[in-house]
């Protein structure tokens, strides 16, 4: 079995189709409005909530993006369990008590795509009823297991703190008590991982300050990555909020949630403009006789 | 305090319960002891990280669930003797982690070998058909042969996994026979059961030859 292994490998069965980011990206369809004004009147706010007329369709595509996301976790915390020799923490080496807390991640990430494939079924879609964005694994391919936890475990398991409160309070207010239930369990994993990649970050880089910038360069690249053009943010325009007493729970300053707060705005501006740019193009078109 | 019936009623007791049939004497000192938790450690590494390296290769959902699981399983088997080793005198406890031998190590190369995604069946023979077979077979050797005094911690820690071992066999055994439908699937797990097992014979077990003791001759005497 090789070392590392590259995400166009990813096995899956034939169920699945998968994408990538700037597909996804360019996917005219959107759930950001870039008229504030065209907004307000269709609904006060863009947040997941059952009064949306699309809130069956969005919870639905939400809980199987949740699902592919657990199956890549799962696949990431493996390959990391795998990938590296035990050692001190420098080169090529990670600490055994590290590659111990990736096979527990992989049996929690497990336990999440069980969870989600049942609540998919709940909620009644299928196996592959929406593309798979491959772009959670790719974080998980760096060579340096220290981006790995700063990419993954801090940038991409925060989101999924921000994703299940989002859907915890969906069950909520929807009266599903399962999908409340699930949720709960599972934000309360996604704070340990959180913790973890804070924990092990902090403390393999302790004598590092370079590798240390380095990999918290790389989180915020796969934070920005990841705020979805904005479709995350502390903003009612945002459909995931983003969930501060979770995150300082697991190891998040505030100072570094107000990072994230800021570069999810500045996603969903670039966004909007980028939309916007898209929309005047397709205007300026002639239009066919 | 108390009536006079009480004051008088003795406590002194033998110090093993009449059902209490443990014996001091076992088969292995400190330094045998943990040159086999050492092997131990080892496999159960290259076990997990095996697992956890599979999962992204195999497409089926199931199986890349429960390689997820047991990958932990086994990790807490390493962490467990990881543990165990400072307590048997080894105060480096990587000194020990080592394969029982260079046959122990050219098994797990092989065991590890498949990677292509349509040879799910080939991974789960090593896995489940040869290497944790041979765990139930060391550990159920060492807990039966232990001292259940003097290591007793070992002896419980073995009791924990070989719970694990049992579950996570037959959930890697039943996992086989669903996906064995054809003649070829057939010789395709057969024909790789027997190459692993030529190398792990060689190996003799997890621990080295006496892994489950050394075979005792029938003509000596015998009942």
Wanted: glycine share 8%.
């Amino acid at each position: 079995m090789r070392q590392f292994f590259p995400v166009d490998d990813l096995a899956r069965d034939e169920r699945f189709v998968q994408t990538n980011m700037a597909e996804r990206m360019k996917d005219a369809r959107t759930t950001v409005d870039v008229d504030a004004a065209t907004a307000k009147s269709r609904a006060s706010s863009n947040r997941l909530t059952p009064d949306r007329h699309d809130a069956s369709d969005g919870a639905r595509s939400l809980m199987h993006g949740i699902m592919v996301g657990e199956i890549q976790a799962l696949e990431g915390a493996g390959r990391t369990a795998h990938d590296f020799e035990a050692g001190d923490g420098s080169g090529d080496t990670i600490p055994f008590e590290l590659k111990l807390d990736m096979a527990r991640q992989a049996w929690d990430e497990a336990r999440h795509v069980e969870i989600s494939v049942k609540l998919s079924d709940w909620m009644g879609t299928e196996l592959g009823q929406f593309a798979e964005n491959t772009v959670l694994f790719e974080a998980a391919c760096s060579n340096d297991p220290i981006l790995r936890l700063a990419g993954v475990n801090r940038a991409l398991e925060g989101l999924a703190i921000d994703v299940f409160t989002q859907m915890k309070e969906f069950g909520n207010l929807a009266g599903d008590p399962y999908l409340e239930f699930c949720e709960d369990w599972m934000l309360a994993d996604e704070v340990t991982h959180v913790k973890m990649g804070s924990d092990w970050l902090r403390k393999v880089t302790e004598n590092d300050p370079d590798r240390r910038k380095k990999a918290l360069e790389f989180q915020q690249v796969v934070d920005k990555l990841f705020s979805f053009g904005g479709a995350r943010g502390e903003t009612d325009e945002s459909p995931i909020g983003l969930a501060r007493r979770f995150r300082e729970l697991a190891g998040f300053s505030d100072d570094e949630v107000d990072t994230i707060s800021m570069m999810d705005q500045e996603a969903l501006d670039e966004r909007k403009e980028a939309i916007r740019a898209f929309h005047a193009q397709a205007d300026a078109q002639p239009t066919p006789a | 305090m108390g009536n006079s019936e009480t004051e008088t009623q003795t406590t002194v007791r033998a110090p093993f319960t009449p059902w209490d049939r443990r014996e001091l004497p076992g088969l292995f000192d400190v330094e045998e002891t943990a040159r086999r938790v050492g092997n131990y450690k080892w496999t159960e590494m290259k076990l997990f990280e095996a697992l956890g390296g599979w999962i992204a290769t195999v497409p089926e959902l199931d199986v890349k669930m429960r390689f997820g699981t047991h990958c932990y399983h086994h990790s807490w088997h390493a962490d467990i003797w990881h543990k165990r080793l400072p307590e048997l005198r080894e105060m480096k406890p990587e000194r020990l982690t080592a394969p029982a031998n260079e046959a122990m190590e050219r098994f797990i190369e092989a065991m590890t070998e498949p990677e292509a995604a349509e040879l799910t069946i080939e991974k789960l023979v090593g896995v489940y058909r040869v290497l944790i077979p041979r765990f139930i077979g060391a550990y159920t050797y060492h807990r039966n042969n232990a001292s259940e005094i003097t290591d007793a911690p070992t002896v419980r820690f073995i009791n924990f996994i070989l719970q694990d071992e049992y579950d996570d066999w037959r959930d890697g055994e039943m996992l086989l026979q669903s996906l064995i439908t054809t003649p070829d699937h057939v010789r395709r797990a057969a024909e790789h059961q027997a190459k692993l097992e030529a190398i792990m014979v060689e190996a003799g077990g997890i621990t080295g030859p006496g892994s489950i003791g050394t075979s005792v001759s029938t003509t000596e005497g015998g009942a």
